[in-house]
């Protein structure tokens, strides 16, 4: 037995070890069966530096046709699972063919690699990034050991970062001014805003801003859309005094497209004073496992975030506007 | 259905209870294992027990306070996770990752107290953040509740002129602000309440209000008692700001309540010195609004303080007070056109009130106020509304039992215009009010013309106003109340004679013209008073200035005749002939004899004429005969005349036992002691002679119907007489001779 067993298992352990393993920050990871593994964190532009060691089985002799390392940035598609689109991949040999006794160290280094995608795990698509060395052999397969890391890049603070004004209603019934202070905020950030009353002739049950994200894949005709509400944040109890109706300025309505039948309609904002009642907004992101906006990776995938504000009236029916906003990893200046 | 209603509710109540409780166990749990987490979870499902909107205030309250205990000890935790290192900051932050805002706000409120007491932060940069989430809570009845759970928690932590989160200058500004912007948000609140559900549950919305007031309320009560508000932060930014916010909010219920509530709340000392702010605001609120009350209560409180401290008298006068309070008044009424007259007069009998406690010194005031109602009065005629004539009897009261004096009052010109606004009755209960007044205080009216404002005031008693259904008046009534004017009458009184009769002319005008049901009332106090006036006059040395105009008995004796003439016309022949014989009497002390002569001649022909009753005629006889013996003036001739005749009368009564006694009586007038020529002992016997002999037949004529011995009191009557001094003498001579 103790011959078959030997037969099947590899003749060798390989293991790769980064060379500040003792310094570098981990992160946890989740794996496809559900597990959480730590893994190192890397950024763009970093060196990924380090040693694989393979140690054949006592007593073994170790035949291969080269030893190699590859760093390899990976896109996953749900709906064609197993099929890895690598949009970086590098290589360093590590050995030339020949045979392998004892335990040997080969150190590795990749300088400078470019890394500007995230590693990110979503619903139909992931992005991933690992370091496969692979030793070659002729007749039996290849031996090929993993090791995954994950990859985030800080954004400093942007330079414009305008707020969000909109004004929008149902034309004599409803008309709501929200304002987000900004458009863009890091993950750890906090919405702060007011929503302004400045007609009201529904009976408002309550508001509730929601954080969304949207999750597209692929392009073109098939393209999977995938959207998730990642937090719901009741802002209103019941309905505020009404707003006295404000003239003085225009109204441009623009109709959008919304998935329920209520709509609210738009209108172009122009300042005024305001009259009726205003309720706070302030939600914290950092309870929420937010990712940075994604756009357009490699043409396979976007994730965007989106702020959706609701009005639940007396009947539970919904009102909503849906306004996009920028999330980024902020780099962190000590 | 009620019942139903009501039976729901507490099976929601216990459910609420059940789930709080349950959810309570669990955050405990969590706090003991000093589990942040789990406690926040549970808390925050604790209250969300509160969003309920199936309960009553009263109810809601209820499971309130039970989540409030909670919270009290979850505040103790959080503050002993700040001492295990655990950052304040984080922990507001971490509170607000709760979805549902109405949990969240409270433990918001919970945490920042603890946030403020750890003093990380100003405590008013706490507190404004507070103030400001709380608007989230746009329902009602939760959003009083959390705003009064802010005001509760943040009491004792507001910066404060000596409290420990003093911070920089504007400190005091800071809680102004805060409690400010609290008390606007619950008011803001509490109006909309009356504006949700349907119309036919008004009342019980109003009920609910009302129960839910103290919650806004206390809000006022919170910055009074701001150590750091002094009169100038008040004047400048409180009342402003709480004023804009009551005159803005345009419910009747809050306006009416918060106007109250300010002037309780805060010092009257304030009040004195913003009364100008203060009264602007009553013409802009609500015509429903019960302002009356409201401005009633102002008045009030400003004269108990006026009392209180004498050194506040200045600052009234200062700040013109009277004349500030007068004009909104008039602004009010002016402001509020469909205001019951009810209303504009409690207002006018408040300020009056307020004028006579205050500048008891100034009746101009109060005349001025008196003026003004008559303003308001005017054009509406006669008042028929019982509340509205209820309060002028106080408004006229007032005065006059400020005074203790109605010759105050008589001061005031306006005084009896408005009671020409009262209808009859009121009007004689105003009179007797007056009259008593006089009674009890026992007040001197010593001239004629207060005498003529008096019965002014006092006209409803004096004479018939238009035409009053005389049957409809009680007989006891009025008899009780002529008697009062009797009484009154005989109060008026002025050591100088002249003013005297000046007065007694003043009080004839006015009660002839009182119709012939009051003048048996008032004519004999009045003879009575004139009466005495002669006697006055009578014990002073005859005119000694000679002067023309003078009053002399004589003049008085004129009127006497005519006021006793009035009387005998009504008719009232006993009483006239009375007052006739009292002023013979009078004449004769005054030695007038024609005038005394003249008296009696009136009382014979009244006697001859008017007198037809037996009865009446004995009573007459006996006091004609009476009055005649004690006369001294009449010169032989006229006496002859005068005893003659009443010996005749006498004769001629009806029953022999009345004739009997009257002529024995009349035996009297022809011996009086004391006068030498008036000792006719010859026509005494033949009296008391004739009195036998009808005695006699008065005797027989008793046989003969009976049968029998009739009394012999006649005759122990006539032989009483024959021992009375001058009987005897008269018998002595006759043996003599």
């Known amino acids: 037995m103790n011959f078959l067993i030997g037969a099947f298992k590899p003749p060798c352990n390989v293991s790769i070890t980064f060379s500040d393993e003792g310094t570098r920050a981990q992160v946890s990871l989740k794996k496809d069966n559900g597990q959480s593994i730590m893994v190192p964190l890397f950024q763009n532009q970093e060196s990924i530096i380090g040693e694989v060691i393979i140690e054949p089985l006592q007593g073994k002799k170790l035949e291969h046709t080269g030893v190699k390392i590859e760093l390899l940035g990976q896109i996953e598609l749900l709906f064609d699972k197993g099929n890895f689109y690598d949009f970086t991949s590098l290589v360093r040999e590590l050995d030339v063919p020949g045979e392998l006794y004892e335990r040997k160290i080969y150190p590795f280094e990749f300088s400078n690699v470019e890394m500007p995608h995230e590693s990110y795990n979503g619903v139909n698509v992931r992005l991933g990034f690992i370091l496969k060395v692979t030793i070659s052999r002729n007749i039996v397969g290849n031996i090929v050991e993993c090791q995954d890391f994950v990859v985030r890049n800080y954004t400093p603070l942007p330079s414009i970062n305008n707020s969000i004004k909109m004004e929008v209603g149902i034309e004599d019934c409803l008309h709501i001014e929200f304002e987000y202070s900004k458009s863009k905020y890091h993950l750890r950030d906090v919405i702060i805003g007011k929503i302004y009353f400045l007609l009201i002739r529904i009976k408002i049950k309550s508001m509730e801003l929601e954080i969304r994200r949207r999750e597209s894949t692929g392009f073109g005709s098939s393209t999977y859309v995938e959207t998730e509400t990642l937090a719901k944040y009741e802002l209103m109890d019941s309905t505020p005094v009404r707003g006295m109706k404000n003239s003085g300025y225009n109204m441009l309505l623009i109709y959008f497209r919304s998935f329920t039948l209520q709509k609210l309609q738009m209108k172009l904002l122009i300042t005024h004073d305001h009259v009726g009642e205003s309720i706070p907004v302030r939600l914290f992101l950092r309870p929420y496992e937010l990712t940075p906006t994604y756009r357009n990776i490699n043409n396979k995938f976007s994730v965007k975030y989106y702020l959706n504000l609701v009005i639940v009236d007396g009947e539970d029916r919904r009102y909503f506007k849906q306004q996009e906003i920028t999330v980024y990893r902020l780099l962190e200046t000590p | ?737």
């Open chain 2, 1 to 737: 259905m009620m019942a139903g209603v009501a039976e729901d509710e507490e099976k929601w109540l216990t459910a609420g209870i059940a789930g709080l409780q349950q959810n309570a166990f669990y955050m405990h749990r969590a706090m003991d294992s000093n589990n942040l987490r789990d406690a926040l979870k549970y808390s925050a499902q604790m209250l969300s027990e509160l969003r309920t909107s199936k309960l009553s205030p009263h109810k809601y309250y209820e499971l309130y306070m039970r989540a409030f205990d909670e919270l009290r000890k979850l505040e103790i935790f959080f503050k002993e996770e700040t001492q295990r290192g655990c950052s304040v900051v984080d922990l507001y932050e971490l509170v607000q990752h709760a979805g549902n805002i109405l949990p969240r706000l409270y433990l918001l409120c919970t945490v920042g107290s603890v946030y403020i007491k750890s003093k990380e932060a100003p405590a008013r940069d706490i507190l404004k953040d507070l103030v400001e989430m709380c608007r989230g809570i746009q329902h009602p009845l939760r959003g009083l509740f959390l705003r009064s759970y802010l005001s509760q928690i943040s009491r004792d932590k507001l910066p404060d002129i000596g409290s420990e989160y003093e911070g920089d200058a504007d400190t005091i500004m800071d809680s102004m602000e805060f409690v400010l912007q609290n008390f606007t948000e619950m008011n803001k609140l509490w109006v909309r309440m009356q504006h949700q559900g349907p119309a036919r549950d008004k009342e019980k919305r109003e009920k609910e209000r009302s129960e839910l007031r103290d919650l806004v309320g206390k809000n006022l009560h919170v910055l009074s008692q701001i150590e750091g508000v002094d009169l100038d932060l008040y004047k400048e930014t409180v009342l402003p700001r709480v004023l804009e916010q009551v005159v803005n909010c345009k419910d009747d219920i809050a306006q009416h309540y918060l106007m109250d509530c300010i002037i309780q709340v805060f010092p009257d000392e304030y009040h004195l010195q913003t009364l100008e702010i203060l009264l602007d605001v009553f013409p802009q609120l609500q015509p429903s609004v019960d302002i009356k009350t409201v401005l009633s209560q102002l008045m009030e409180r400003l004269s108990n303080y006026a009392a209180l401290s004498a050194e506040a008298l200045p600052e009234f006068l200062q700040v013109e007070a009277f004349s500030k309070l007068n004009n909104a008044i008039g602004k009010v009424i002016e402001a509020q056109a469909d205001m019951p007259v009810f209303g504009a007069v409690t207002l006018y009998s408040s300020l009056l009130k307020f004028s006579l406690h205050v500048h008891p010194d100034r009746l101009d005031y109060a005349d001025q106020v008196l003026g003004s109602c008559v303003k308001q009065l005017s054009g509406r005629g006669k008042i028929e509304d019982s509340k509205a004539t209820k309060q002028i009897v106080a408004l006229l009261s007032a005065p006059v039992e400020k005074y203790n004096n109605v010759v105050t009052a008589l001061k005031l010109s306006n005084y009896p215009r408005v009671l020409e606004y009262l209808d009859n009755e009121t009007n004689k209960i105003m009179a007797s009010v007056v009259i008593q007044s006089v009674m009890k205080n026992n007040t001197r009216i010593t001239t004629a013309e207060k005498v003529e404002a008096l019965f002014e005031l006092i006209k409803g008693l004096i004479k018939d106003l238009d035409g009053t259904a005389h049957d409809e008046v009680d007989e006891e009534d009025f008899k009780e109340e002529q008697n009062s004017v009797a009484r009154l009458i005989q109060m008026l009184h002025n050591d100088d004679p002249e003013e005297m009769f000046k007065i007694i002319s003043t009080v004839r005008k006015h009660i002839l013209s009182g119709g012939p049901k009051r003048l048996p009332f008032t004519v004999p106090p009045l003879v009575f008073s004139s009466v005495k006036l002669i006697r006055q006059l009578q014990g002073q040395e005859e005119n000694p200035f000679g002067d023309e105009a003078a009053t002399t008995p004589n003049k008085v004796f004129q009127l006497l005749s005519q006021i006793i003439e009035a009387l005998s016309n009504i008719p009232a022949p006993d009483l006239a002939l009375r007052l006739y014989l009292q002023c013979a009497e009078a004449a004769n002390d005054c030695d007038l004899e024609p005038v005394a002569y003249e008296f009696f001649t009136q009382a014979y022909i009244l006697y001859e004429e008017e007198i037809s009753d037996s009865k009446a005629q004995i009573t007459a006889i006996h006091l004609i005969i009476g009055t005649l013996q004690r006369m001294h003036i009449f010169g032989v001739e006229n006496r002859d005349t005068l005893t003659h005749k009443a010996t005749g009368y006498s004769a001629k009564l009806l029953k022999k036992p009345d004739q009997c006694r009257a002529v024995y009586a009349c035996s009297h007038l022809f011996w009086v002691d004391d006068q030498v020529n008036m000792k006719d002992g010859e026509r005494v016997l033949l009296c008391l002679k004739r009195a036998l002999r009808i005695a006699n037949a008065a005797q027989q004529m008793l046989n003969v119907a009976r049968g029998a011995v009739g009394s012999l009191t006649l005759f122990v009557e006539i032989l009483n007489k024959y021992w009375f001094p001058h009987s005897i003498t008269v018998f002595f001579h006759r043996t003599q001779k």
